[in-house]
């Protein structure tokens, strides 16, 4: 039996969060998570086991990014690297402000 | 998710983190969280497991005890202990949303001095600025347009902060006053509160200068280095002639009129130079025998090879001051009091709110300085650099070039600082001290890497130290600050 205290406030913040539940809490680690759910499928593209989408281990919005910032899929989103480097910057949380992302005309 | 596991199908590694052991757990401080945590030893173990990469699936089963492993790994890789180790994810460059709304305007109300300090940045060999650009003083008029600047751009804040500075700020004492009646009248206006604070040398803390600071609630910074010989050296007026024993009688008269008023604490910020008397024997003249609330220490900002500059041995030296001084911060603590050594409280208070900082400070995002003439720059040091200015009180904020210097200096640009565990909270340091080092703001101070990270270990390991002996010392940095 292994004990981990979260300390600082951060730690607890995280904990909380994630309270009793930690078994989907990798897939959103703190500050730059890995967004893919596994790399064979991502799941938030399709449907959770209830059929909707609010099960998803992302939230769907989540995908806009998934794509732009770690995951292979093959999506179409701007390129982030070279082109447009500030095609998501006025989209904060992809949940609340996924509609403010930015058109991008090649 | 239900009883439906696709598993993790990547492996997963240890990431970075720093330690401290303390008396029944390990403190582990993430990097990529910032989130600071105790593991016992078997916890330790299960994050030690990953010091290779491994397919945690494979791991969960091979042992029995399932379940608790799952848990385990969970919590550690929820904190950020654990990460995949096929890619890892880039920082991302997001910068809050813009224009950031302003907190604080540092005013430079003027240009003047009465000491010739012999590193100064604004006179010394370091100087961006040519000051040959700017009045001397700052007018009414200006001082007025860049307080209606921080009101106008600082859409959503209750609380806006002013800090004069200088020169020797209490060379325009006249202008002070005035400003902090008008922002004050502005923001009772407005239902926003103003606070303010200052930097002098303490030459020219007249009666009349300490009653109205106290009053208002100043927050007071004394730029003073310590016990006679150091300061005469380091600090003497214009005429050479030593400044220690005109100030200490104004700085103690002080200490008590705020005392007896309830006041904010009173600063002492020291500059250590090469030449600087030691730590211990500063430290105690300034909160032992002056009676300073709080006793600040700042490496002179310098180019190599100047004579006061600080060389690595010097850091070794200081570093060991910092040590002993740290042990009595302990002993303090652990009787739940508290201590004056600031850099100390501020280190532990910034780990044990866990920030974890994409900018090193807040230099261009809620903070700009003002010139005598009304330029604006990134802080207070970079006010007439032209070079760095972020737009006029007249014109306003230039967001293009604000926007333009955030994105350059953002963590997620300094690659170097990527694998450093104390990018947390350096984040690459001060872009002044960059930019006289490396002629570019927005570089990583590679040069004090060494020292930064020594100094991040002392306060984890103090943060350990205070955690095992009074953890509830720690309840008096729950508030954001
Ligand atoms: S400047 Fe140095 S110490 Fe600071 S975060 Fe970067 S690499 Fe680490
Ligand atoms: S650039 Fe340096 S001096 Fe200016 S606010 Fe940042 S840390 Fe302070």
New binding site residues.
Partial sequence: MSRITPLNRKARRIAARFAGSFADAHALAPQDPPLGCTTIFAPGWEVDTDGGTANLCTPIERDLYDCHHSCYWPAQVPDALTNSPNWAQSCGAPVNDWSKIDLVFP | MGSLRLGYAVNYATAQHRRARGKDMTYVWATRSAALAGLDDAALAVLDSFAAPRDPEAWFGAEGAEDERRKSFDALAALGLLEPADFRVPIAPDLPALPYPLGTLVLNVTNKCNLSCSYCYEYGEDRINESSRGPALMSEETARQAVDLLFKDSAGRRNLSITFFGGETLLNFPLIKSVTEYANAKARGERRRMSFALTTNATLLTEEVIDFLTAEHFGINISIDGPRATQDAQRPFLSGKGTHDVVVPKIQRLIAVNRERGGRPVGARVTVTAQSADVQTIYQHLAGELGFDAVGFAPVTSAPGRDYALTGENYFTLLQAFGVLADDFVSAASAGKNHAFSNLNDLLRELHQGVNKAH?CGAGLGLVGVSTGGELGLCHRFVESGEHAIGTVTSGLDEERRRAFLEAGH?GT?V????????P?????CYHEAWVRYADATQ???H??????AW?DLGLITYARIMDANPAFFTRYEEAS
Avoid: M
């Fill in positions: 090193p963590v300094k170097s600082c990527h694998d450093c565990f104390a990018r909270i350096c984040s690459g340091g990583p101070n590679l004090s890497c060494e020292w930064i990270r991040l």
